[in-house]
């Protein structure tokens, strides 16, 4: 069973200042991994995508790694800003198959980004 | 916009009671997933839909039960409510041959 683990489980950081969130998993055969942003209340914004092939991802200050070998992901976030603030996941894709878009979740990290 | 709608935004039942949650999928979607998310939690995968048949389901029992229509628009059916499954319920869509999965915004279910 994949279970997947998001250390650390809140972090605040003053606002500028660049940070790494961690995600791990324990089965390394995945299709992909993914890294979503959720505000309070709110559903799931997808902000990075990473097929097992790939070791990384970039969307402007995002860069998201994988390491599939070693069951591990990294999210940095570089010069964050208030509006950053939220609740990342990370969530890996088990199957390529048609119609098989199941994913597991991490807890994910709440991140406070103090002006 | 992702294009993805739910309804209701919010509703409160009591235990025992059943509750139907909809939710309106991107014009052209064929798949359709539904998670739960207890407060403090990951989502947790309940099951998937496509074409209209359901060809994945994660740990929830048979009282946890979904329709696909033929417009793509989805249903998600909870009989027998328990205060356990007092959470956010969120429904993502796709295409096939494309990774891409489209969350809507949620609906929020208490159960007293």
């Known amino acids: 069973k994949q279970e997947v683990t998001q250390i650390p489980a809140a972090l605040s950081v003053p606002e500028g200042e660049n940070l790494v969130l961690n995600c791990s998993f324990t089965d390394s055969a995945i299709y992909n991994l993914q890294w979503f942003r959720q505000d309070p209340g709110k559903g799931l914004t997808s902000l990075l995508l990473?097929?097992?092939?790939?070791r990384e991802q970039t969307s402007g200050r995002l860069n998201a790694s994988l390491d599939k070998s070693s069951g591990r992901s990294t999210l940095y976030i570089a010069a964050s800003q208030p509006g950053d603030s939220a609740t990342y996941l990370c969530a890996v894709r088990h199957n390529s198959g048609a119609g098989s878009y199941q994913l597991t979740f991490g807890k994910g990290t709440k991140l406070s980004v103090i002006p | 916009e992702t294009g993805v709608t739910q309804s209701p935004t919010h509703l409160i039942k009591t235990r025992g009671q059943q509750v139907t949650l909809r939710c309106s999928s991107q014009s052209g979607h064929n798949t359709v997933s539904w998670y739960q998310q207890a407060l403090g939690q990951g989502p947790q995968f309940i099951f998937q839909?496509?074409?209209?048949?359901?060809?994945g389901r994660g740990n929830f029992p048979p009282r946890f039960s979904g329709l696909q229509f033929p417009n793509y628009s989805s249903e998600l059916n909870v009989n027998a409510l328990e205060l356990d499954d007092s959470a956010l319920y969120l429904c993502?869509?796709?295409?096939?041959?494309?990774?891409?999965?489209?969350f809507g915004p949620g609906t929020r279910l208490t159960v007293l």
């Open positions: 990473i097929q097992s092939s790939q």
């Open positions: 993502a869509s796709s295409w096939t041959g494309t990774d891409t999965q489209y």
């Open positions: 839909y496509y074409r209209e048949e359901e060809n």
